[in-house]
């Protein structure tokens, strides 16, 4: 079964447009919440982590927060250099040390 | 100065051979995994150590075989080489599950 589900897969966005991303999950009693960029041909970078509902936690242009079911990443009048693919990622409730990382938002913005 | 670093960046092999790919991190953390990543990016847990210590092992096919000679290597051995075995393979070191991933090793059997 999925844990985490990420939408939508690509977004397209013009230089300024702001926009947000989207993270659910499945697990039940969550531990910890985390997101990720990957830009091509690298490995995940870390961003956040994010533990109660309604934290939030920001940088730069990005801010995400978290609900009981679901987590966002708001990007705020990006540039094209936030082009990337974004994850999210959680830790499964029964090992601290294990993560479902979903599938991941593509974002392309365009000058 | 690298974080986390692969080797090879690349490998390409053909089916039945064995493999290995080597990881170091420098920064002193006591955790390090091994994802593999697919055509579709998921990206998925293979095997994690915290001091050398295996402390998760998925279900991976026991031609994967990972080797920790020290807390801040962590190695992965492959036996005979399937076709679907090709994807990139992530390792990652972290603090307080944090996790800083390596630059990836792109496999491709043939």
């Known amino acids: 079964e999925d844990q985490v589900t990420q939408s939508p897969e690509a977004l397209r966005l013009q230089e300024g447009e702001s926009s947000s991303l989207n993270c659910s999950y499945t697990?039940?009693?969550?531990?910890?919440l985390f997101w990720y960029r990957q830009d091509p041909g690298k490995g995940p970078e870390f961003l956040f982590t994010?533990?109660?509902a309604g934290e939030e936690k920001e940088k730069e242009r990005l801010k995400a927060t978290l609900t009981k079911k679901e987590s966002f990443l708001h990007i705020t009048a990006p540039k094209p250099e936030d082009s990337a693919t974004y994850l999210c990622?959680?830790?499964?409730?029964?090992?601290?040390?294990?993560?479902?990382f979903g599938s991941g938002t593509k974002l392309n913005v365009k000058p | 100065d690298t974080a986390v670093s692969q080797t090879p960046k690349y490998l390409v092999t053909q089916m039945g051979n064995d493999k290995s790919i080597k990881c170091e991190q420098n920064?002193?953390?006591?955790?390090m995994y091994w994802y593999k990543q697919d055509s579709k990016k998921f990206l998925k847990i293979m095997f994690s150590?915290?001091?050398?210590?295996?402390?998760i092992n998925e279900t991976v096919p026991n031609r994967f075989s990972p080797k920790s000679p020290d807390k801040a290597h962590l190695n992965l051995h492959i036996n005979s080489l399937e076709l679907g075995d090709s994807a990139v393979y992530f390792c990652?070191?972290?603090?307080?599950?944090?996790?800083?991933f390596g630059p990836g090793t792109r496999l491709t059997v043939t």
């Open positions: 990652a070191s972290s603090r307080a599950y944090e996790q800083y």
């Open positions: 697990v039940s009693g969550l531990r910890g």
């Open positions: 994010l533990y109660s």
């Open positions: 990622a959680v830790q499964a409730p029964d090992n601290f040390n294990k993560f479902y």
């Open positions: 920064l002193g953390h006591d955790t």
């Open positions: 150590y915290n001091n050398k210590e295996l402390i």
